[in-house]
Each structure stands twice: as C-alpha cells, then as structure tokens.
C-alpha cells in the first residue's frame, strides 16, 4: 500500500518554542491530507483538513495562529505548533487519501512534549 | 451528522479463538469503510478498505463484512495470535470527511 512518513517521531522542547512536524506522501500524490491529536486511550480528534495550494480548513476550537498547517506540495503537508505550551503535548497523526479506491493512509505519529 | 460506534470497547480472548469486531454507523450514504489498526504510541495501519457497492474484503486471517441499509461493518479475526493485541478502529468515509470509531482494544492471551 502507499506510504505516508512523519518526522519527527519524538520531540521534546521547552515552553514557548515552535515545532514543525512534517508528514510526506512517499509514493503518490496527495491533494489533500488531515492532522489529529490523538489523547491517552482516546480516538482521532481531526484538527484541520489540508489541501495543496490552498488554506488549510480547521476544526471548531482549533486555533489557526496556534497550529500552523502549510500544505505546498502534492507530496509534503506541515504542522507548526506555534508558541507551545504544555498543554499542546500531545500525540499528532497526519493522514493521506490515496489515489487508488479512496483509502486513507497514516504517518506513524509525533509524540510532543512541551516541558 | 455521521456517528461511528464501535463494540465492544475491549475484548480478551484466548489464543486461536476467532472473534468478531462491530462498527455501526447511522448514516447508510457512504464512500467507503475501512479498518484500522493501532499499536501503542504508532499510527494506524490500514487493514481493510470496502467500497460502498461491496459487501466483504478479505486479507489473510481477516474478513470484513459491510451491510450498509443498517449501517453495519464486522471485523472477523481467525485462529487469533497474540501478535493481535491492538486496537482497532473503523472509519466511515462520507465525500472527504472521515468519521472515526472509538476502537476495540483488543488483547490475545497466549
């Protein structure tokens, strides 16, 4: 099946700093991709839909200074938590729709800790 | 709004058992469903992808079953391994929109 990658897997930064996570389709191209924050035995909560060229489309109560998403390639969407503060510790996943049947493919995840 | 229900919310089961997952959802006008499953501190695995004009798919050991008129997906595990030991997730496909069970944490004793 197609390939997504995310890197980091792990980071671990002090409050007030920003962090990029990067999430890469490695063999198809993806005009649209989704980032999560997965809490402790809990399901996806969707943050914000991604899509190449354009403005990412966030969720109710997901801040848009606060989570940047910049998508500027068929093949390569980021997320910049801004400014991060202990509360945004956090596992977050990035997902891609394939081009093949419409299947949904999953980076590993990024585990943030904001000391 | 789609809603996706999974149960049970956890199961145990001796190895070599074969076991059924469930997924409901209440919205029968779907793209497609799809299974998942999540080790510990990893991202999901895609399982098993059915098209909305299918009614099963199978991979190996695993068996998926759609009905969409009453809004149902099984996941059938055979002859279960403790390699099993995850949890699972469906998720539901409605246009570009994914909704996302709560998962069956699922654990296989050897």
């Known amino acids: 099946g197609a390939v997504v990658s995310q890197h980091p897997s792990r980071v671990i930064c002090k409050s007030g700093t920003s962090v990029k996570i990067e999430c890469r389709s490695l063999?198809?191209?993806?005009?649209?991709m989704f980032w999560y924050r997965q809490f402790p035995k809990q399901s996806l909560m969707l943050m914000a839909t991604s899509n190449e060229g354009s403005k990412a489309t966030y969720e109710q109560g997901v801040e848009k200074d606060k989570f940047l998403i910049n998508h500027a390639s068929l093949t390569l969407s980021t997320l910049t938590v801004t400014s991060a503060h202990p509360e945004d510790s956090s596992f977050y996943i990035c997902?891609?729709?394939?081009?093949?049947?419409?299947?949904?493919?999953f980076g590993e995840g990024s585990r943030l800790t904001v000391l | 709004k789609q809603e996706v229900t999974q149960i049970p919310a956890a199961l145990s089961v001796p190895e070599g058992e074969n076991l059924v997952l469930n997924c409901s959802f209440t919205?029968?006008?779907?793209?497609?469903l799809q299974w998942f499953r999540q080790d510990p501190g990893k991202g999901l695995t895609s399982l098993l992808l059915i098209q909305s004009s299918q009614r099963e798919q199978t991979s190996g050991r695993l068996n998926a079953s759609l009905d969409k008129s009453s809004g149902r997906s099984t996941l059938y595990i055979a002859a279960s391994q403790p390699g099993d030991s995850a949890t699972y997730l469906c998720a539901v496909r409605t246009g570009n929109q994914f909704y996302f069970g709560t998962g069956t944490s699922l654990t296989v004793i050897p």
């Open positions: 063999d198809f191209q993806a005009t649209t």
């Open positions: 997902s891609a729709i394939g081009t093949s049947g419409g299947e949904l493919f």
């Open positions: 919205d029968s006008a779907i793209y497609n």
